[in-house]
């Protein structure tokens, strides 16, 4: 059993940021690609990014790229997405997500064994 607990949301004007913390319970931290979703009023879940056990490997929505950094510390359990020059369209609930134990590496949400409860993401113009 793995629990998630995400923090760092909260209203922001457009272009500014914010930090997200996603911290874990559980001894197979270290296996487990992490992943941030998303979801917006109305839309479906969306992939925002991910990282390796190690921290190697990262991939992130394309809408994303250069503005959010997804990173780890292990020692402390918690994955963070750091989220730099906002957008209204970034307005949603964004959840943190833990995949299967040595399971590779993931961009799907149905790959994803854990889910935090989400926290909310207001970006306003």
């Known amino acids: 059993q793995m629990q998630l607990v995400e923090s760092g949301g909260g209203l922001v004007q457009a272009g500014g940021s914010l930090r997200l913390s996603c911290a874990a319970s559980?001894?197979?931290?270290?296996?487990?690609?992490m992943g941030w979703f998303r979801q917006a009023p109305g839309k479906e879940r969306e992939f925002v990014a991910a990282?390796?056990?190690?921290?190697?490997?990262?991939d992130y929505l394309d809408s994303v790229k250069g503005r959010f950094t997804i990173s780890r510390d292990n020692a402390k359990n918690t994955v963070y997405l750091q989220m730099n020059s906002l957008k209204p369209e970034d307005t949603a609930v964004y959840y943190c997500?833990?995949?299967?134990?040595?399971?590779?590496?993931?961009?799907?949400?149905?790959?994803?064994?854990?889910w935090g409860q989400g926290t909310q993401v207001t970006v306003s113009s």
């Open positions: 997500a833990a995949d299967r134990p040595y399971s590779g590496f993931h961009l799907r949400s149905s790959e994803y064994d854990y």
């Open positions: 990282i390796s056990g190690g921290g190697g490997r990262r």
């Open positions: 559980g001894r197979t931290f270290t296996t487990r690609t």
